[in-house]
Structure formats: structure tokens, C-alpha cells
């Protein structure tokens, strides 16, 4: 799993559960994209806000 890797290597802190956060990843992306698929009238584009959500996530998660 890439973040327990993360945690061996101390690039992603040790109290971050692996198995929540990328239920939490996975769950916030599938949110975006089906909001995205399901509107009519697209504010954003999926790449902005996918790298959005990443930088969200890795910025709480990361060591540094």
C-alpha cells in the first residue's frame, strides 16, 4: 500500500490509519466525479479538481 510505504519512509505521519485514508481518497474522488457527471453546468474541470483533492489530502497527511 502506497501509504504505508509513505510511513516506513517518514514521508507521511505515523497516526494516518492507511486503510481510512484511502477509503477517504477513494470516496472523495468518486464524490467529485459523480457530481461532475451528474451537472449540467461544469464550474470545474475533473483535472483541477482531482489535483486539488490530492494536494488536500497529501498537505494533511505529509511529515514535512
Known amino acids: 500500500d502506497i501509504i504505508e ?3 516506513k519512509n517518514n ?3 505515523k497516526q494516518v490509519n492507511p486503510n481510512l485514508a ?3 481518497i477513494f470516496g472523495a474522488l468518486d ?3 459523480l457530481g461532475w457527471l451528474l451537472t ?3 464550474v ?3 483535472d483541477k ?4 483533492i490530492f494536494n ?3 498537505d494533511g497527511m505529509s511529515c514535512n
Open 11 to 13: 514521508q507521511i505521519k
Open 5 to 7: 510505504e509513505g510511513q
Open 56 to 58: 488536500l489530502f497529501c
Open 40 to 42: 449540467e453546468n461544469k
Open 22 to 24: 484511502s477509503r477517504a
Open 31 to 33: 464524490e467529485l466525479l
Open 44 to 46: 470545474f474541470t475533473l
Open 49 to 52: 479538481a482531482a489535483e486539488q
